[in-house]
Protein backbone atom coordinates (compact mmCIF):
# COMPACT_ATOMS: atom_id res chain seq x y z
CA UNK A 1 0.00 0.00 0.00
CA UNK A 2 1.11 3.37 -1.15
CA UNK A 3 0.96 6.44 1.80
CA UNK A 4 1.19 9.97 0.27
CA UNK A 5 1.50 12.89 2.62
CA UNK A 6 0.36 16.35 1.06
CA UNK A 7 1.44 19.24 2.67
CA UNK A 8 2.42 22.88 2.35
CA UNK A 9 -0.97 24.07 2.31
CA UNK A 10 -2.59 27.41 3.77
CA UNK A 11 -3.89 30.49 3.57
CA UNK A 12 -2.11 33.46 0.97
CA UNK A 13 -3.33 36.84 -0.43
CA UNK A 14 -4.11 36.64 -3.88
CA UNK A 15 -0.79 36.99 -6.43
CA UNK A 16 1.17 35.02 -3.72
CA UNK A 17 2.80 31.55 -4.04
CA UNK A 18 2.53 28.51 -2.51
CA UNK A 19 4.31 24.92 -2.49
CA UNK A 20 2.93 22.00 -2.11
CA UNK A 21 4.55 18.74 -1.28
CA UNK A 22 3.73 15.02 -1.45
CA UNK A 23 5.73 12.46 0.08
CA UNK A 24 5.59 8.93 -0.80
CA UNK A 25 6.30 5.79 1.52
CA UNK A 26 6.48 3.54 -1.58
CA UNK A 27 10.36 2.86 -3.21
CA UNK A 28 8.10 2.79 -6.03
CA UNK A 29 7.46 5.77 -6.39
CA UNK A 30 10.14 6.62 -9.09
CA UNK A 31 8.07 4.43 -11.36
CA UNK A 32 4.87 6.14 -10.88
CA UNK A 33 2.89 8.68 -12.96
CA UNK A 34 1.87 11.33 -10.09
CA UNK A 35 -1.00 13.76 -9.93
CA UNK A 36 -2.40 17.20 -8.37
CA UNK A 37 -6.15 17.22 -8.47
CA UNK A 38 -8.54 19.85 -6.47
CA UNK A 39 -11.76 19.97 -5.04
CA UNK A 40 -13.65 23.24 -4.17
CA UNK A 41 -16.82 23.69 -1.54
CA UNK A 42 -19.74 22.51 -3.66
CA UNK A 43 -17.30 20.96 -6.69
CA UNK A 44 -16.60 18.25 -8.17
CA UNK A 45 -12.93 17.15 -7.75
CA UNK A 46 -10.84 18.80 -11.08
CA UNK A 47 -6.78 17.83 -12.81
CA UNK A 48 -4.86 20.17 -12.02
CA UNK A 49 -1.30 18.62 -13.12
CA UNK A 50 0.43 15.14 -13.97
CA UNK A 51 3.94 14.41 -14.55
CA UNK A 52 5.45 11.40 -15.55
CA UNK A 53 7.92 9.01 -13.64
CA UNK A 54 11.04 10.53 -15.01
CA UNK A 55 9.47 14.22 -14.81
CA UNK A 56 10.42 14.32 -18.15
CA UNK A 57 6.54 15.00 -19.46
CA UNK A 58 3.88 17.22 -17.33
CA UNK A 59 -0.11 18.21 -18.05
CA UNK A 60 -1.68 21.10 -17.13
CA UNK A 61 -5.06 21.90 -16.49
CA UNK A 62 -6.10 25.23 -18.84
CA UNK A 63 -7.00 26.72 -15.56
CA UNK A 64 -3.23 26.47 -14.01
CA UNK A 65 -1.29 26.77 -16.66
CA UNK A 66 1.57 29.35 -16.88
CA UNK A 67 1.24 29.80 -12.68
CA UNK A 68 1.25 26.46 -11.41
CA UNK A 69 4.68 23.89 -12.08
CA UNK A 70 4.48 20.46 -11.53
CA UNK A 71 8.31 18.66 -10.54
CA UNK A 72 9.14 15.42 -8.72
CA UNK A 73 12.05 14.22 -6.80
CA UNK A 74 12.59 10.63 -6.84
CA UNK A 75 15.64 10.39 -4.54
CA UNK A 76 13.36 12.19 -1.62
CA UNK A 77 9.99 10.27 -3.11
CA UNK A 78 8.32 13.44 -3.27
CA UNK A 79 6.77 15.59 -6.00
CA UNK A 80 5.97 19.23 -5.41
CA UNK A 81 3.28 22.00 -7.02
CA UNK A 82 4.47 25.15 -6.82
CA UNK A 83 1.58 27.60 -7.00
CA UNK A 84 2.45 31.55 -8.09
CA UNK A 85 0.11 34.17 -9.17
CA UNK A 86 -2.83 32.40 -7.39
CA UNK A 87 -6.28 33.43 -7.27
CA UNK A 88 -9.51 33.26 -4.76
CA UNK A 89 -10.88 30.83 -7.13
CA UNK A 90 -7.83 28.39 -6.79
CA UNK A 91 -8.95 28.31 -3.36
CA UNK A 92 -9.83 24.67 -2.69
CA UNK A 93 -8.47 21.41 -0.83
CA UNK A 94 -6.23 19.62 -3.00
CA UNK A 95 -4.48 15.94 -3.22
CA UNK A 96 -1.71 14.46 -4.97
CA UNK A 97 -2.17 10.73 -6.67
CA UNK A 98 -0.57 7.89 -7.44
CA UNK A 99 -0.68 6.39 -11.05
CA UNK A 100 1.38 3.49 -11.18
CA UNK A 101 0.69 1.78 -14.65
CA UNK A 102 0.47 4.90 -16.85
CA UNK A 103 -3.26 4.82 -17.33
CA UNK A 104 -4.49 7.73 -15.64
CA UNK A 105 -5.70 5.53 -13.32
CA UNK A 106 -4.86 7.33 -9.95
CA UNK A 107 -5.05 4.31 -7.49
CA UNK A 108 -3.96 5.97 -4.41
CA UNK A 109 -4.60 9.42 -3.04
CA UNK A 110 -3.58 11.40 -0.23
CA UNK A 111 -5.60 13.01 1.92
CA UNK A 112 -5.47 16.34 1.17
CA UNK A 113 -4.08 20.10 1.99
CA UNK A 114 -6.33 23.37 2.27
CA UNK A 115 -4.95 26.13 0.02
CA UNK A 116 -7.18 29.58 0.90
CA UNK A 117 -6.75 32.34 -1.40
CA UNK A 118 -8.36 35.25 -0.49
CA UNK A 119 -8.94 38.56 -2.18
Known amino acids: QVQLVESGGGLVQAGGSLRLSCAASSRSFRDYFMGWFRQAPGKEREFVAR????????VYANSVKGRFTISRDNAKNTVYLQMNSLKPEDTAVYFCAADPFGTSHYQHWGQGTQVTVSS
Open 51 to 58: ISWSGGST
